[in-house]
């Protein structure tokens, strides 16, 4: 049963607990860093997860589809804190209050089930993730950021001390990696401002993580 029919056919005394809402392109559906006590279900478009690092640089982590859900972790881990989620076209969801999601788990196996997908399906991502990254280059994981940056539009603020921060490597293996990288017609640094040179390079050396 897919998640739309799973929500179509949820109990009435949990319908009656729905909490419908409307977002803007571009506005937040989430704020990060707050508790979060619901469950939230994307009905009408596209919206995006996003992780800010301490010096305010957004990275993409997840994209959400009509009928997807998200805020799941957090109404079962009080200790968790939100990420930003945005919405990527105008959007409509369900917020689902936590007491309500846990009554809906216990009548409905369907639900139930997808709810253990979704945290299994999140926890396997995220492993995988660590583990590709700690076996990526310097090279790699500028390249990486770099492409994180610009798919969101934000490749004009990041800078070299950012970019350092982000990939954890010192700003001496950081020029070497960058300077390998402009002379394979990858990427420009001018100006203190990084640019791509070719999207098409950039994701053929991406391709193994993407």
Known sequence: MDFKAIVNDAPTFITKQFIYRKHKKGSL???????????????????????????????????????????????????????????????????????????????DFNFNLYIIKQLASKLILSSDTSAKLSLLTVKDRILLSIYNHYKIGELHNLTKQILSSEICAPIRSLNRSIAQCIDEGIIHYKNKKFSIHSIEKIEQCLEHFR
Request: aromatic fraction near 16%; glycine fraction near 4%.
């Open 29 to 107: 559906i989430i704020y990060p860093h707050e508790q979060n006590d619901y469950l939230y279900i994307l009905t009408v478009g596209v919206a995006e997860v996003y992780r800010q690092s301490y010096e305010g640089t957004m990275l993409s982590l997840y994209i959400y589809d009509s009928y997807s859900c998200f805020g799941e972790i957090e109404i079962f881990n009080e200790n968790m804190k939100t990420l930003s989620v945005i919405a990527k076209q105008n959007c409509e969801t369900i917020a689902v209050h936590k007491t309500n999601v846990y009554e809906w788990m216990k009548m």
